[in-house]
């Protein structure tokens, strides 16, 4: 704890508070029920005061020159949210039950996105606990929470957070963050935290204020950029990767998700990305840590291995590709950028095999090319999914493709990504075919509530054939609480057939296909038959080849048969030869 620079510091002589503000004089400290401290101005922009007899638990803002009262940047907690006093933290003394893990290794995770606030009813930390052995007796082997860090309001999805070190207090206490984290691990869990550093929200966030934080030298999708390359931008940098190595090693976690990392402009010699990486693997030391990013460009450059085919810094990138060629095959849908996908035969096999289906070409949505070579990436490098966050919630309805697709189609969708060489990723109730909506929510002041509303009408009313007097209000309570996964719906017999259908394939998988995935080459696409026939070949370390003969589609096909003497591992669906009905789906193994 004593190793990171910002946020206050417990000693036996009380707590030092510090604060990075180099374009203010005259800090001032002030602790609940006491009178206003200046603070020691130092070198290099810093203010720090000593404060004896006080410890874990005093409240205190700091005071700008003009008498604003705010938050410590980096707070441990905020019991009052976002605009209130800040809470002294001692972390170091949470009493972990748990002090022999050491992580899972890559090849064996199964993610499981969730959402604290609506996972369960209650919405806490600790309720989700209650969720664990669920996870555990499906086949889950990590779970992935989305954003934590302190963010304005009741509700939120987390991307506007604003105070990256403090866990959002409508979920519970930083020690009952912890409780889970320990709880997870007992249960062969890994956990996982979505972090933010391309931004920060809108409401709430001080620090221009008083440190020079953005530039006009970088744009984003929210205004300037983070200013991580100007003269002043090591401190900026510090606050970020010593955020990273916090949640790593005082909250135990096992990895990050990095939000769109394309958004991060950096041109100094090191990117903040390369340097944050290199950081937090220093500071994990042998635990296993594994980074993921989402990545718009499409760089793989991020996920270069090295010569032993051991990850370098980040282990794999969120892979939109075979989420979007899947839900082409699945609904037919062709608007927006599922046009680009959808004209391209090879597309749906080149996703899975490859990667990447942009690999440098020209990509017409966006005007221009996309992505980079993945020949040298494992399967391994990708996470695949059908279902996130941001592909239900930024539906006009936030509707899942469960609730206008066929079960059956469900089913050939997930036996195809569970399976896959690359890593797979659920989206929480997923296994059980939940039709809860996922509508984006938020609760901010009334003003960027009313520019939220225009916005995300604006942005919907491009789809086909969507009313934008149907829109969910983003910031309504009950947009909030229908996103709540109903868990009462597991018992009903068509969830607890899905349920039971997603557990075979997950002890499938780690029976049959986790063994192959070291040293598994890129994947080569056999056969091209049409963009819902799928013949791809995985070549295995051993000199075999994992194969996948799929029909993605309504109407039979013929496809490559999988090589003679192969073992078959999975079939769903029927099959004549090299003849498949719609919907099928066949995983072999043909040895070296």
């Known amino acids: 704890m004593t190793d990171l620079q910002f946020g206050p510091v417990i000693s036996d002589r009380g707590v030092t508070f510090r604060l990075w503000a180099p374009l203010l004089n005259n800090i001032r400290l002030k602790l609940e029920d006491h009178e206003l401290q200046p603070m020691r101005q130092l070198a290099d922009g810093w203010h720090e005061l000593e404060v004896a007899g006080i410890g874990a638990g005093a409240l205190y803002r700091f005071v700008l020159p003009d008498g604003l009262q705010m938050p410590d940047p980096a707070s441990r907690f905020q019991p009052h949210d976002v605009h209130g006093f800040s809470e002294v933290e001692d972390l170091a003394t949470y009493d972990w039950k748990e002090e022999t893990w050491r992580g899972r290794p890559w090849e064996e995770t199964v993610l499981y996105e969730l959402h604290i606030g609506t996972f369960t009813e209650e919405g806490t930390f600790l309720a989700a606990i209650g969720r664990l052995d669920h996870l555990a007796r499906l086949g889950v082997t990590a779970i992935q929470i989305m954003p934590v860090a302190d963010f304005p309001g009741r509700y939120g999805w987390g991307y506007d957070g604003v105070l990256p070190y403090a866990p959002d207090s409508s979920y519970g206490r930083p020690e009952h963050l912890m409780a889970l984290v320990d709880a997870a691990h007992e249960r062969g869990i890994s956990v996982f935290l979505d972090v933010v550093y391309n931004h920060f929200g809108p409401d709430g966030n001080y620090l221009p204020l008083y440190a020079p934080v953005f530039t006009d030298r970088h744009k984003t999708p929210w205004g300037n950029g983070i200013d991580y390359d100007g003269a002043m931008a090591r401190p900026m940098r510090e606050f970020v990767i010593q955020n990273a190595i916090y949640w790593i090693t005082v909250f135990r976690l096992d990895g990050l998700r990095l939000d769109a990392v394309h958004a991060i402009s950096d041109g100094s010699e090191e990117h903040l990305l390369l340097e944050l990486a290199r950081r937090v693997r220093v500071a994990a030391g042998d635990r296993h840590i594994h980074l993921i990013v989402e990545n718009e460009e499409n760089d793989s450059d991020l996920l270069k291995r090295a010569s032993n085919g051991e990850t370098g810094l980040f282990t794999a990138q969120w ?274």
């Open 319 to 592: 892979n939109d590709d075979v989420h979007h060629t899947l839900h082409v095959a699945a609904t037919g849908e062709r608007f927006g950028y599922y046009a680009d996908y959808a004209e391209d035969s090879a597309a749906l096999a080149r996703s899975l095999a490859e990667g990447f289906v942009f690999q440098g070409p020209h990509m017409p949505y966006r005007g221009g090319s996309r992505g980079k070579s993945t020949s040298e990436l494992p399967p391994t490098a990708f996470v695949s999914f059908i279902q996130n966050h941001d592909q239900i919630g930024n539906r006009a309805m936030g509707d899942r493709i469960i609730a206008v697709q066929p079960v059956p189609v469900m089913k050939a969708m997930a036996a195809v990504y569970l399976l896959a060489p690359q890593i797979p990723m659920l989206f929480m109730g997923e296994e059980w075919g939940a039709r809860d909506a996922f509508p984006y929510f938020c609760d901010l002041n009334e003003d960027l509530n009313e520019m939220v509303r225009n916005g995300r009408r604006e942005e919907l009313s491009r789809l086909p054939g969507f009313d934008t007097d149907d829109l969910l209000d983003p910031t309504a309570p009950s947009t909030f609480e229908m996103a709540k996964l109903d868990w009462s719906n597991l018992t009903e017999p068509d969830c607890a057939d899905m349920h039971d259908f997603y557990a075979s394939l997950l002890a499938i998988r780690h029976q049959k296909i986790v063994p192959l995935l070291g040293g598994m080459q890129r994947g080569e696409i056999v056969a091209e038959s049409g963009f819902t026939a799928v013949a791809v070949d995985w070549p295995l370390a051993s000199g075999g080849r994992l194969c996948l003969r799929a029909n993605l589609g309504s109407q039979a096909i013929a496809t490559d048969p999988a090589p003679d003497g192969a073992e078959a591992i999975f079939g769903l669906g029927a099959s004549s030869g090299s003849n498949l009905s719609p919907w099928s789906v066949y995983w072999s193994v043909s040895r070296g």
